[in-house]
């Protein structure tokens, strides 16, 4: 199961990677533990705090290298089949 909540870091103060990590764990135990219903919604309250933190960190890694790339870079665009 995911860490106990007294020994979480406050998703505010994860890297993208512990994020992303942790996120993965909280997927893992919702899909293959049972729980009790009040864990398995606490286990996804934190999932989505997880979700978001991702999404700012990459966010703010995307205008980073925006930034520094000035407007010689492409904006990212998704592929169409």
Known sequence: MAKSKSTQKPVEELTYEEALAELESVVDTLESEQNPLEDSMKLYERGQALV????????????????????SAAPFEEELE
């Not at 978001?52 to 407007?71: F, S, Y």
């Open 52 to 71: 978001a933190r991702c999404g700012e960190l990459l966010e703010a890694a995307q205008l980073k290298v925006q930034k520094l790339a000035g407007e």
